[in-house]
Nanobody, 117 residues
Framework: QVQLVESGGGLVQPGGSLRLSCTAS????????MGWYRQDPGKERELVAT???????DYADSVKGRFTISRDNGKNTVYLQMNSLKVEDTAVYYC???????????WGQGTQVTVSS
């Protein structure tokens, strides 16, 4: 199993920045894909960004140029640097980890990000 612990959410004004962190622990030798999804109440969970151990990134169009995903494989940690935040970025952000293409998705408990003046 994989356990994920997120941190870094909070309240920020439009145009501000936040950095989310997620650290994985548990039974694995490596994690192929780590990333972030977000969800508003009443809506489906949507991709924000993912990053493979090989360095391939995938971003939602809505965050390209504003958000940057990175990871420290030695610490089993993934980061999401969020700049130029907008009100519509408000959501619960969930960390994702998948050990391989055959693994199921493992999720963190979620961290609230609120962008408001």
């Amino acid at each position: 199993q994989v356990q994920l612990v997120e941190s870094g959410g909070g309240l920020v004004q439009p145009g501000g920045s936040l950095r989310l962190s997620c650290t994985a622990s548990g039974s694995f030798s490596s994690i192929g894909t780590m990333g972030w999804y977000r969800q508003d109440p009443g809506k489906e969970r949507e991709l924000v960004a993912t990053l493979t151990s090989g360095g391939r990134t995938d971003y939602a169009d809505s965050v390209k140029g504003r958000f940057t995903i990175s990871r420290d494989n030695g610490k089993n940690t993934v980061y999401l640097q969020m700049n130029s935040l907008k009100v519509e970025d408000t959501a619960v952000y969930y960390c994702l980890a998948r050990r391989s293409i055959w693994d199921t998705n493992h999720w963190g408990q979620g961290t609230q990000v609120t962008v408001s003046s």
